[in-house]
């Protein structure tokens, strides 16, 4: 019996599809998928083929495509004298929205002036619906684009332009941490909604992705893992937080051709660096990527692997290559000259954080915030030394007086804790300190320029300028 042949009643359908029979008749009428046959009472008789469609219909949809669009879709592909169903993994020809494939979404430079000022304004439109917490809108609003523009295009420029315009709301206090956590937990679930929708792996080549120890951040991984996928990669995907035992248990047990690391933050590239060295002891070569080291060359320089590049098309792109030739050795800069400042502070943070909070005298709510300052000085400090850059500790600092900021902590108590803090390495440490010291000197410039920067601006609203 073959797929053409007529077998399945109108019941066994719905049954097998989960679509209505009403939809089912409404789609035959206006867009002529599925054709089935008539018994000879008069009935619709379904063949495997007209069932094979209509999942082939429902995965376009759940991916954001309408269903008008993807009969379109379908046809077009049929018209061109191929089978969507048979083409091998449903490459990325195939699954492309608004007639537009990955390749013609390189980036926003490339898009129409008329189709950016659309996604702007899907962008502004699902910003709003997050911020008043209005899902059903955020999700409608994504759908639409998802029917008008490619996967990758909404993506890039409307979830990651939105959340990064997001992060800087919260960075001057116009929005709230909870709702960028509802905004990105929103954009999570679509990108799992296609990544569930994605063909199989047609493709060579085992991808690993991970995120570091303490390192939380896995928009940019989630959504490069889509893209791969969309591309007919085979990928597992660990998320965030990733124990550096298990990713070697992981590696070794699937087999892994590229291992690709994210991190966003200073702490956490310190970590990846650790765990880069690692797995290339394995012989398994190592690419990389995130904001901190598009923020520092000097960062990515003393990481022994491959980045990625500054955005998730040229990542793409990198991991194809790397895929497809056998990847040189990867660079790696000098090693750090501080191996003996960090092995002292590790042994010796206890007493210096003694010393700190013995000088400090303030309220309860303001020792709590100060413990988290503690807490993200401390892993900093240790990334800088590790990575072999004294510069690289102010990096966040202005995220961490941003911090302050939401906490109604006054800034001279960052100052405050700054001070006792440099004191304290230098009297417990010694001359071992004293590379601590040059970068918690550097820290402490970089807050009073911006409290300074604050005053002035305060004084000249004051003043009416």
């Known amino acids: 019996m073959s797929g053409q042949d007529p077998t399945f009643n109108l019941k066994a359908v719905v049954q097998e599809t989960g679509i209505k029979p009403e939809t089912l008749r409404a789609w035959e009428r206006r867009y002529g998928i599925p054709r089935p046959e008539r018994s000879a009472g008069g009935h619709r008789v379904y063949s495997r083929r007209d069932i094979e469609t209509l999942h082939w219909l429902k995965r376009r949809k ?276 501080y191996e003996a400042a960090l092995t002292d502070f590790f042994s010796k943070r206890p007493l210096i954080l003694a010393q700190v909070w013995t000088g400090l005298i303030s309220t309860y709510e303001i020792q709590e915030t100060l413990a988290q300052v503690d807490s993200f000085l401390s892993r900093n400090i240790i990334a800088a030394l590790r990575l072999g850059d004294l510069s690289l500790l102010a990096i966040d600092a202005d995220w961490l007086c941003a911090l302050l900021q939401h906490r109604n902590v006054p800034i001279y108590m960052l100052e405050r804790f700054l001070t006792a803090y440099r004191s304290a390495v230098i009297s417990v440490q010694g001359r071992l300190g004293n590379p601590i010291a040059e970068m918690l000197d550097t820290f402490l410039e970089h807050v009073r320029s911006k409290r300074e920067r604050a005053v002035d601006a305060e004084y000249g609203l004051a003043q009416g300028e």
């Open 62 to 337: 759940s991916e954001g495509l309408s269903i008008s669009r993807a009969a379109a879709r379908w046809h077009s592909i049929v018209n061109a004298g191929r089978d969507p169903i048979q083409v091998p993994g449903e490459t990325p020809d195939l699954l492309q929205f608004g007639g537009r494939p990955f390749e013609e979404s390189l980036s926003d430079v490339e898009m129409r002036e008329d189709d950016r000022l659309q996604v702007a304004a899907a962008r502004s439109d699902w910003l709003a619906a997050c911020l008043a917490y209005d899902e059903n809108a955020a999700i409608q609003t994504l759908s639409q684009a998802f029917a008008r523009f490619s996967v990758e295009s909404v993506c890039l420029e409307l979830l990651c332009h939105a959340l990064r315009q997001l992060g800087e709301d919260w960075h001057a206090c116009r929005a709230a941490v909870h709702q960028v956590h509802y905004a990105t937990g929103l954009a999570m679930q679509r990108i799992e909604i296609l990544l569930g929708a994605s063909p199989p792996a047609h493709r060579t080549g085992q991808l690993l992705l991970a995120c570091p120890p303490e390192e939380h951040h896995t928009m940019g991984l989630a959504i490069l893992q889509l893209f791969l996928r969309r591309r007919g990669f085979s990928i597992v995907n660990l998320g965030g937080n990733v124990p550096l035992n298990e990713l070697e248990k992981t590696v070794q047990k699937t087999r892994t051709d590229l291992v690709v690391l994210s991190a966003q933050q200073l702490h956490s590239a310190g970590k990846l660096l650790e765990m880069s060295e690692v797995i290339l002891k394995q012989g398994v070569p190592v690419a990389f990527g995130g904001r901190i080291f598009n923020a520092s060359e000097s960062v990515r320089a003393r990481i022994p692997g491959h980045f990625l590049g500054t955005n998730l098309l040229e990542a793409v792109g990198a991991i194809e290559h790397l895929l497809s030739s056998p990847p040189p050795p990867a660079n790696r800069g000098p090693s750090g000259t």
